[in-house]
């Protein structure tokens, strides 16, 4: 449809050639970590209008260009160390624009082949990664971690019990679980009074002990366990559930498992990574974000199952429409291992990267975020009244200002002005989180561009927020 452009009578090439360029050559570092709109620019497009004949395209884009893609906070600059960062690999975006440029439709083997046969290639591979038998396992790409949690745990429950004896089931999981967890849990029907919250160890991992005594109360209260949903590296703090001992209770009690592993299991690239997250190949099933770690643009996610008949039982219905386009065993059509009908091949882009840099590189991009939280580790105890609250897990460090002349409540307000100052500096993004009732600053350090200067800089700047709060 280049009547789209052609009408407005303007050299579009030119305009994306531009923008192109200039994403590759910006310098993120030089730009503020975040920049937020005044009221009056919100104002502006909460009223603008939709006109009844068209505009220029390079007034739109200008817009765009200015002021709607430029006001937001930057998850992929190597100072922004909040929530998980997404440090998108050019190669990411690049390979974004082309696939919706060429609008593929990746829902069915036959109305994209090659796509859909990398994707499943790549379901392979991260099986093989994580020590599923690849010809038993499948999966899908999908939007993002909540989506993968989602669609794996209503296979799990579909596996696990008939839909209409759901309401003696129960499922355990601990409070560090992330929010997507219990939103996905109530949508695949679960009451919050099945869900059964496990106390968590001084490290913020599941308490393996009061687990399997929790699971053996509810036997004897008539209940039936169907469900454990373990994090291999939690938001909070990095943490990782043990899996051998909690696949183990499992296996005893005939219970399916989950882990959450949208952060944390990129890891499985590196030594370390492999050491920490042992025991993830007896998992029924994972949840994995490429959009973080993996370095891809939003979004990109996969769902893996150990056994992938498991999803087509639940996912694999058959539409009448869709008769003339069959799958083979190879290649499952997308729309019958998970929810969506209509879906970009998102695996596309982290295929071009993986292409693009090799495994040795995705690795050292990995080990360079580890390296980057030990370093801020050491920093952090050589500075007067710093604490750390949870030592570096995977890329994730807590830490926490306590002046000795204020009460705790005193110390985190202190904490939240730092955090906000800094954000409002544009410097670096790093918020606060909650642990032990207590505010704590928390650093993910994943971007492989973060440099020792940034680490020391951000600290430097925290300090001296810390001292001119007037709390
Ligand atoms: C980020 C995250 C999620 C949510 O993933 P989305 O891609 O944001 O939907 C789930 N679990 C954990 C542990 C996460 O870190």
Redesign the pocket.
């Known amino acids: 449809m280049n009547i789209d452009i052609k009408n407005k009578q303007i050299q579009f090439n030119h305009l994306i050639h531009d923008e192109v360029a200039y994403l590759l050559n910006r310098e993120m570092k030089d730009l503020p970590a975040t920049l937020q709109p005044t009221a009056h620019m919100i104002a502006k497009y909460q009223h603008m209008s939709i006109p009844k004949e068209g505009q220029a395209v390079n007034e739109v884009l200008d817009l765009l260009h200015n002021e709607i893609l430029a006001y937001n906070y930057r998850a992929n600059h190597p100072r922004a160390f909040s929530?998980?960062p997404g440090p998108a690999s050019q190669l990411s975006w690049l390979t974004d624009l082309l696939t919706s440029a060429h609008n593929i439709h990746a829902s069915n083997f036959a109305n994209a082949p090659l796509p859909i046969a990398i994707e499943h290639s790549l379901i392979r591979y991260l099986s093989e990664k994580i020590g599923f038998d690849p010809t038993l396992s499948g999966g899908v790409f999908v939007?993002?971690?909540?989506?993968?949690?989602l669609t794996a745990i209503t296979a799990g429950r579909d596996a696990m019990i008939p839909l209409s004896r759901i309401s003696k089931a129960t499922v355990y999981l601990t409070d560090q679980?992330?929010?997507?967890?219990t939103k996905a849990l109530h949508i695949a029907g679960f009451a919050e009074s099945q869900l059964r919250y496990i106390p968590t160890d001084d490290v913020f991992a599941m308490d393996v002990k009061a687990l399997e005594h929790q699971i053996r109360f509810d036997i004897a209260q008539g209940y039936h366990p169907i469900m454990i949903v373990a994090?291999?590296?939690?938001?909070n703090t990095g943490a990782i559930d043990d899996l051998n001992h909690i696949t183990r209770i499992a296996q005893q009690h005939r219970l399916w498992v989950h882990a959450?592993?949208?952060?944390?299991l990129s890891h499985i690239f590196t030594e370390e990574g492999k050491r920490l997250l042992k025991g993830i190949d007896k998992v029924d099933s994972v949840?994995w974000?490429a959009?973080?770690l993996l370095f891809q643009t939003?979004?990109c996610?996969m769902v893996i199952v150990k056994n992938k008949n498991h999803l087509l039982s639940t996912y694999g219905v058959e539409a009448e429409y869709l008769d003339d386009i069959t799958s083979t065993n190879e290649n499952i059509d997308p729309e019958k291992l998970g929810i969506e009908l209509t879906r970009p091949p998102r695996g596309l882009k982290l295929w071009v990267t993986l292409q693009v840099l090799g495994e040795n590189e995705i690795r050292r991009r990995i080990e360079h975020g580890q390296e980057m939280a030990r370093y801020a580790e050491q920093q952090i105890q050589h500075m007067r009244d710093w604490k750390i609250v949870t030592a570096p897990q995977l890329s994730i460090i807590n830490f926490r200002y306590e002046d000795p002349q204020k009460s705790p409540e005193e110390n985190d307000k202190v904490m939240q002005y730092a955090a906000s100052r800094i954000a409002q500096s544009g410097y670096a993004i790093a918020y606060t989180t909650e642990l032990n009732q207590r505010r704590v600053i928390r650093f993910c350090t994943i971007h492989p561009e973060t440099t020792y200067a940034d680490i020391d800089g951000t600290l430097e700047r925290l300090d001296t927020y810390v001292h001119e709060a007037s709390v």
């Open positions: 929530f998980i939007s993002g971690g909540s989506m993968a949690t679980a992330h929010f997507s967890v994090t291999t590296g939690t938001t959450d592993g949208a952060y944390g949840t974000d959009h973080k939003y979004s996610a």
